[in-house]
């Protein structure tokens, strides 16, 4: 119990200092014209209140994530504790408020847009194509998840196919009205339910005597019961909780309809640390009621579901825990719908059609839907494996860019850089081990192939940078990106106009 609620302690505290830190590095200025209110089309660009902005996010941002991976993630033990801590604070949390702003300062462009002004443009195809894949399957994989707990408190007669066909009517519903009616509206619901039935387990779990697992010299080893080594697999199965590549194309969403850069660290360096205490609770629930063998077998037996229900109802009982188990039907279900929100504008900006009219929006939206559709016929685990290594690939691209961009600014960039390099070095261990990937396994020349590999990505990625910053004019976009929205051109130049005036904000 210590490691548990010691764990939520130091996230906190690292959301006030650290993220205050995070902040100041970045510089905000509370006076400017955000995109919401500069470029209002009452579609995605929509002003919203800071308390929709911040549940929308937490809600976009968790899905199953926060709450499967935990699950499989207490396979390995409380050393499952550390990475959630540590990765949050230091990693996702800065990895989310780095994208959400250098996002609304860049008048809500998505990743790959500027991954092209960052990082340069051939970069661009390269994010597009990673954006698109790790959406389709985050779409996919937060359709299915659902669609099993849901399957798991209703009737008999309720098919998982009828079922799985409701969430996509819902989800291409939400998908063509305005963000303000599709989220706005809706999400607030969806917020009260997760938070009540997060406090409901957590509550449950500590002050119900179970005996919760801590993090000592005993426990500081692998638990899993299959031998499966911590590194790199812990590193990929607790993504959402920790850092994750899918946030990065969810932030831009909400820098959408932000009204004020003050905002930025509640909405997204807080919102993530909520996601590790949600991921905390999970851990600790699935290491106290089960063994890690038994947790496996109903692992492998279904999905992580079917470990979602028995945990909510042994601590809840029935109708408590059915009431748990909708609050966690709400994050892949709202998850899953902004990650095809997403997908479409991505995809739409990429083949250039605007999205100003229904058919437009359709044309995008349907054939995503059909091919999603076919891919919840495919195997979860094999599923969740591709987007684990797809999302966190985008975790590494998502901090490069911010690591640029705060080196070209002349800022603290160390503190992005760092958690880079560390997932950089997963990500390549992991395709080269993996049996999604080379299939060497971990061995001593997967290791020395995977350090030359991640030196020679970064020294690419460290020259261009150097001669990026040598060629940079003084008045250049890229270091003014602080003036007011219209000071530039499309194509990086000031504009002939005279610059607009930011109005006064209380």
Request: proline share 6%; hydrophobic share 50%.
């Amino acid at each position: 119990m210590i490691t548990l609620l010691g764990g939520i302690a130091l996230l906190i505290v690292g959301y006030i200092f650290y993220g205050r830190y995070i902040e100041k590095n970045f510089t905000i200025d509370p006076e400017r014209t955000t995109p919401a209110e500069a470029l209002k089309d009452g579609y995605d660009f929509v002003p919203m209140s800071k308390s929709k902005n911040a549940i929308i996010q937490l809600l976009n941002i968790a899905g199953t994530g926060p709450i499967f991976g935990p699950i499989m993630g207490a396979l390995y033990g409380p050393v499952a504790y550390l990475w959630i801590v540590i990765g949050c604070i230091f990693g996702g949390a800065v990895h989310d408020y780095m994208l959400g702003m250098i996002s609304l300062r860049n008048d809500g462009a998505h990743l790959p847009e500027l991954a092209s002004k960052y990082l340069g443009k051939p970069v661009k195809h390269v994010v597009n194509l990673f954006s698109i894949l790790l959406l389709m399957l985050v779409g996919t994989v937060f359709v299915t998840s659902p669609a099993n707990l849901i399957k798991s408190i209703t009737p008999d007669w309720l098919t998982l196919g009828v079922i799985t066909i409701l969430i996509f009517v819902y989800y291409i519903i939400s998908t063509i009205l305005p963000i303000d009616k599709a989220l706005g509206k809706v999400y607030p619901w969806f917020g009260a339910i997760l938070i009540i039935s997060t406090i409901a387990i957590g509550g449950s779990l500590i002050f119900g005597g179970h005996n919760i697992p801590n993090l000592n010299l005993a426990t500081m080893k692998n638990f899993n019961p299959k031998g499966t080594p911590i590194f790199p697999a812990l590193f990929f199965t607790i993504s959402c909780g920790a850092l994750s590549g899918f946030h990065a194309t969810q932030a831009p969403m909400v820098s959408r309809t932000s009204t004020n850069e003050k905002e930025g660290r509640f909405t997204f360096y807080g919102m993530m640390i909520a996601e590790g205490v949600i991921a905390m609770i999970w851990t600790a629930a699935s290491m106290s009621l089960f063994d890690g063998k038994t947790l496996s077998q109903m692992i492998d037996a279904g999905t992580p579901s079917a470990v979602v229900n028995q945990v909510s109802v042994l601590l809840l009982g029935n109708v408590l825990g059915t009431i748990a188990i909708i609050g966690v039907i709400v994050l892949p279900i709202s998850s899953g719908l902004s990650a095809f929100r997403s997908l479409r504008t991505i995809l739409a900006d990429y083949l250039n059609i605007k999205q100003d009219t229904l058919k437009k929006i359709l044309m995008v939206t349907i054939p995503l839907y059909a091919i999603s559709f076919l891919l919840t016929k495919a195997d979860f685990n094999i599923l969740w494996r591709y987007f684990n290594w797809a999302n966190q690939v985008t975790a590494v691209i998502a901090l490069l860019v911010s690591t640029r961009y705060l080196y070209l600014k002349g800022k603290n960039y160390i503190v992005t850089l760092v958690p880079g390099i560390f997932m950089l070095f997963a990500c390549v261990v992991y395709i080269f081990s993996e049996p999604i990937g080379f299939r060497m396994g971990l061995t001593p020349l997967t290791y020395i192939v995977s350090v030359l590999a991640t030196l020679a990505i970064l020294a690419v990625y460290w020259k261009t940078g150097k001669t990026q910053k040598e060629n940079l004019d003084p008045t250049d976009e890229l270091l003014n990106d602080h003036l007011p929205i219209g000071t530039f051109a499309s194509n990086g130049e000031r504009t002939n106009q005279p610059l607009p005036v930011a109005e006064p904000k209380s």
